[in-house]
């Protein structure tokens, strides 16, 4: 699984320190509602998780990005992602409503009834912002900082493969419009075909929990600064600390007190 070399549209991909290997290519994102890590017992409103492959190492790292919804706080890059999901749901309702109309159906079911209940407006997203780029998970309005706490840890799903952990410690503030948008798309989205609801909300998780005795690090800005400002003003940085990109620094959501958990989500 190493890096593609054909003419394929390049992938995302980010280059990990201390790992022994090159940039890795971005292999999948997650997103949870809620988060599935803690932070000092602290839960969020949801996580998006980035997962990539060490072809040595031959384990997942992934990359948590902790979401937390705020009045009035539209991150318009992720309203780019939303709106490509917006899209799939969209497109998706419409042919399973097409499916549904050429099948005979006595009663709606009371899963149908509560999902109509749900259901927002495709013209709820959006707002007619124009893509000028394209979407990037690396976006500064998404990595405010380049510290983590990290850890050796697994999926908590099937197949529970090891997972490298890296879990940011500045959040990633969306509005709540955003938050129920993202919810209603993941927990509602059906296959056009069959009407299957592609995610198993309703079904219940099941979390793994975490040792006790788990081994964790963190790094903070004693340790290194973001490879910008490391540029402009030497290792040490500069006396007014700067965050990814040269952008403003941002203070860390919590100070070393306890490591990341994985929260238990009924």
Not at 35 to 64: D, W
């Amino acid at each position: 699984m190493a890096r593609r070399l054909g003419e394929e549209p390049d992938p995302p991909h980010t280059d990990f320190s201390a790992i022994g290997y090159k940039a890795l290519d971005m292999l999948n994102i997650d997103i949870k509602f809620p988060s599935e890590h803690t932070l000092c017992g602290r839960s969020f409103h949801g996580e998006m998780q980035y997962f990539f492959y060490h072809p040595i190492r031959k384990v997942l790292i992934g990359i948590a990005w902790l979401l937390e919804a705020q009045v009035n706080a539209t991150n318009y890059h992720m309203q780019q992602l939303i709106d490509e999901f917006q899209h799939i749901y969209d497109t998706n309702n419409v042919a399973c409503n097409q499916t549904l109309n050429n099948t005979t159906l006595n009663e709606t079911s009371p899963k149908e009834k509560l999902v109509q209940s749900l259901s927002f407006s495709s013209g709820f997203h959006s707002r007619g912002l124009k893509k000028t780029k394209p979407w990037d998970p690396f976006h500064s309005d998404i990595q405010k900082t380049v510290h983590f706490w990290g850890y050796t840890g697994s999926l908590t799903e099937p197949p529970c493969s090891s997972v490298l952990w890296r879990v940011m410690d500045v959040t990633v503030k969306i509005s709540f419009e955003q938050l129920y948008q993202m919810k209603n798309i993941l927990f509602n989205n059906r296959m056009p075909e069959t009407c299957d609801y592609t995610s198993v909300h309703f079904n219940g998780r099941v979390n793994r929990p975490v040792s006790p005795a788990l081994r964790y690090y963190k790094c903070t800005r004693s340790d290194y600064v973001s490879d910008d400002e490391r540029d402009l003003c030497g290792d040490e940085g500069c006396d007014v600390p700067y965050g990814k990109d040269l952008e403003q620094y941002v203070q860390p959501e919590v100070y070393v007190t306890g490591p990341p958990t994985q929260a238990a989500v009924n």
